[in-house]
Nanobody, 129 residues
Framework: EVQLEESGGGSVQPGGSLRLSCAAS????????MGWFRQAPGKEREGVAA????????YYADSVQGRFTISADNNGNTVYLQMNTLKPEDTGMYYC??????????????????????WGQGTQVTVSS
């Protein structure tokens, strides 16, 4: 079992930046997949980014490619989502989730999907002028 806690959400104007953090406790014994998901009111949940805490290629949804960057600290217990050039359509509740069994790996890359069993409570991101 692992608990995840997100932080770093808030309100920002279009074009601004935010950095979300997701801390895992206790430290997972092995490297794992961590994903960031978001859900806007009235819309389905969307996987926006994912990474393997042991390193390697990251996954980004087309809607955030080139604007968002996912990264993990050296211990792999904290994963970040740097969000730049934010748009109003980025507004939503952002969740981090962990796949400890690497079931979401596809072609050596962690991919957001139903395999993520451990979820944080979410942090709100609002992009508005």
């Amino acid at each position: 079992e692992v608990q995840l806690e997100e932080s770093g959400g808030g309100s920002v104007q279009p074009g601004g930046s935010l950095r979300l953090s997701c801390a895992a406790s206790p430290y997972p014994n092995n490297k794992y997949c961590m994903g960031w998901f978001r859900q806007a009111p009235g819309k389905e949940r969307e996987g926006v980014a994912a990474t393997f805490t042991g390193g390697g290629s990251e996954y980004y949804a087309d809607s955030v490619q080139g604007r968002f960057t996912i990264s993990a600290d050296n211990n792999g217990n904290t994963v970040y989502l740097q969000m730049n050039t934010l748009k109003p359509e980025d507004t939503g509740m952002y969740y981090c989730a962990a796949d400890l069994n690497l079931e979401s790996m596809d072609g050596g890359k962690c991919v957001p999907g139903p395999e993520y069993k451990y979820w944080g409570q979410g942090t709100q991101v609002t992009v508005s002028s």
